[in-house]
């Protein structure tokens, strides 16, 4: 029986295993396809992203090799814009393909075995506890036993959808729609990072992040009940923001698609019951940990992949496996007040007055303006946002 099983070798998985694998357990690491594979992303990596990166063992080498973002430029609907500095550190891009593969090889450096081209199929159950997995590799059915599951296998994960009906909490009342694809050949790339936000597609934007000098991540996303009220799909609302968004259409005039338009849902609905279940425990995407107002989802798989792995640690220490609770309680206390703030900020965001007025004050106000960028990079609280002296600087 292995100490640990995770399913799924994305940013939360490879977050949990590593720091497992770092304190010598016996950690199995399954993932449904071969690396190095492509997974749709924005690409962005912030600072709060970058410091988990760190704690992992991975940090100089990302800045040799990757696009280095040091400002972001907003802009809004009536045309305004502020650029500024990354607060607090420096930004990366890193297209998913590379990234997750850099992830997944420093995870079998800490001691974790990895096996590709598994497909997990269903938990295995004994007395309504998960005590492993079945699936299919080799195109043979596997039953692999462990003392603890993690899910960490996205936002349609397959472990949810089986433990619904033991009555784990699975409707997502939040969630967004995202479409991107790779451009060549753009024109006045620098290292910025550019979000611009669109009356057509509130509470949401679409972004240009350069991937190098000539080659640039482009993009849109919203909110997807929003989405379901518009009589276009998320294709043409793409191409409306490539054409007719004044910076989009400057820089993307003589570029080349390199490959099709893929697209993808974010959930957000961050219900405690979605962290734990069962015996099994959700991280990264499988539960619904998207920021809200970036629908950024890198940073807070990488800390949930801590977290469980500080519950899991507890657990296999003591052998007292209501230790596992500690996860959802500790993620709750950490980070649920910037989830909720976010899902008040994506509501008001929608209004196109309130962006326009905030990126003007922004122009004339450098400290508004470190707080919008700190605020979307993640490296501001989102609570802060509704103290006094923030809607006072928006309001005055």
Same mark, same amino acid.
């Given at each position: 029986?292995?100490?640990?099983?995770?399913?799924?070798?994305?940013?939360?998985?490879?977050?949990?295993?590593?720091?497992?694998?770092?304190?010598?357990?016996?950690?199995?690491?399954?993932?449904?396809?071969?690396?190095?594979?492509?997974?749709?992303? #924005?690409?962005?990596?912030?600072?709060?992203?970058?410091?988990?990166?760190?704690?992992?063992?991975?940090?100089?080498?990302?800045?040799?090799?990757?696009?280095?973002?040091?400002?972001?430029?907003?802009?809004?609907?009536?045309?305004?814009?502020?650029?500024?500095?990354?607060?607090?550190?420096?930004?990366?891009?890193?297209?998913?393909?590379?990234?997750?593969?850099?992830?997944?090889?420093?995870?079998?450096?800490?001691?974790?075995?990895?096996?590709?081209?598994?497909?997990?199929?269903?938990?295995?159950?004994?007395?309504?506890?998960?005590?492993?997995?079945? #699936?299919?590799?080799?195109?043979?059915?596997?039953?692999?036993?462990?003392?603890?599951?993690?899910?960490?296998?996205?936002?349609?994960?397959?472990?949810?959808?089986?433990?619904?009906?033991?009555?784990?909490?699975?409707?997502?009342?939040?969630?967004?729609?995202?479409?991107?694809?790779?451009?060549?050949?753009?024109?006045?790339?620098?290292?910025?990072?550019?979000?611009?936000?669109?009356? $057509?597609?509130?509470?949401?934007?679409?972004?240009?992040?350069?991937?190098?000098?000539?080659?640039?991540?482009?993009?849109?996303?919203?909110?997807?009940?929003?989405?379901?009220?518009?009589?276009?799909?998320?294709?043409?609302?793409?191409?409306?923001?490539?054409?007719?968004?004044?910076?989009?259409?400057?820089?993307?005039?003589?570029?080349?698609?390199?490959?099709?338009?893929?697209?993808?849902?974010?959930?957000?609905?961050?219900?405690?019951?979605?962290?734990?279940?069962?015996?099994?425990?959700?991280?990264?995407?499988?539960? $619904?940990?998207?920021?809200?107002?970036?629908?950024?989802?890198?940073?807070?798989?990488?800390?949930?992949?801590?977290?469980?792995?500080?519950?899991?640690?507890?657990?296999?220490?003591?052998?007292?496996?209501?230790?596992?609770?500690?996860?959802?309680?500790?993620?709750?206390?950490?980070?649920?007040?910037?989830?909720?703030?976010?899902?008040?900020?994506?509501?008001?965001? $929608?209004?196109?007055?309130?962006?326009?007025?905030?990126?003007?004050?922004?122009?004339?106000?450098?400290?508004?303006?470190?707080?919008?960028?700190?605020?979307?990079?993640?490296?501001?609280?989102?609570?802060?946002?509704?103290?006094?002296?923030?809607?006072?600087?928006?309001?005055?």
């Amino acid at each position: 029986m292995r100490d640990v099983i995770i399913v799924g070798a994305g940013p939360a998985g490879t977050s949990t295993a590593t720091f497992l694998g770092k304190k010598g357990y016996d950690v199995l690491l399954l993932e449904k396809e071969k690396f190095p594979r492509d997974k749709i992303c #924005g690409d962005g990596i912030g600072p709060t992203s970058l410091k988990y990166l760190k704690e992992m063992g991975i940090y100089d080498e990302l800045f040799k090799e990757f696009q280095i973002i040091n400002s972001a430029l907003l802009s809004s609907p009536s045309g305004n814009e502020v650029n500024v500095k990354i607060p607090g550190s420096k930004a990366l891009i890193i297209p998913r393909k590379k990234l997750d593969y850099i992830l997944v090889k420093h995870s079998v450096k800490s001691g974790v075995e990895l096996i590709e081209k598994f497909e997990v199929k269903e938990p295995l159950v004994e007395n309504d506890k998960i005590i492993g997995i079945k #699936g299919i590799y080799r195109n043979k059915e596997e039953i692999i036993k462990s003392k603890i599951v993690v899910a960490a296998d996205g936002t349609h994960s397959i472990i949810g959808k089986r433990l619904t009906e033991k009555g784990r909490k699975s409707k997502n009342r939040y969630s967004a729609i995202a479409i991107r694809t790779y451009f060549d050949n753009v024109e006045d790339l620098k290292d910025c990072a550019e979000i611009h936000y669109e009356k $057509s597609i509130l509470p949401g934007y679409g972004w240009i992040f350069p991937i190098n000098e000539t080659s640039a991540n482009v993009g849109i996303a919203m909110n997807y009940k929003r989405y379901k009220k518009q009589n276009k799909t998320i294709i043409q609302l793409f191409y409306d923001f490539i054409n007719n968004n004044e910076y989009a259409k400057r820089k993307l005039k003589n570029a080349k698609m390199r490959q099709p338009l893929s697209g993808w849902m974010l959930s957000y609905d961050a219900h405690l019951n979605k962290k734990y279940h069962s015996g099994v425990l959700f991280v990264g995407d499988a539960a $619904s940990l998207v920021d809200p107002l970036s629908g950024e989802g890198i940073a807070n798989a990488l800390l949930s992949g801590k977290l469980a792995a500080q519950a899991i640690d507890s657990t296999l220490k003591t052998n007292d496996f209501s230790c596992l609770e500690n996860y959802p309680k500790q993620w709750n206390k950490s980070m649920n007040p910037n989830l909720n703030a976010g899902l008040l900020l994506e509501y008001i965001m $929608s209004y196109p007055f309130i962006i326009n007025r905030f990126i003007k004050k922004a122009t004339r106000d450098e400290g508004l303006a470190q707080i919008l960028a700190s605020c979307i990079a993640g490296t501001f609280p989102k609570t802060k946002m509704f103290s006094f002296n923030a809607i006072r600087r928006i309001i005055f």
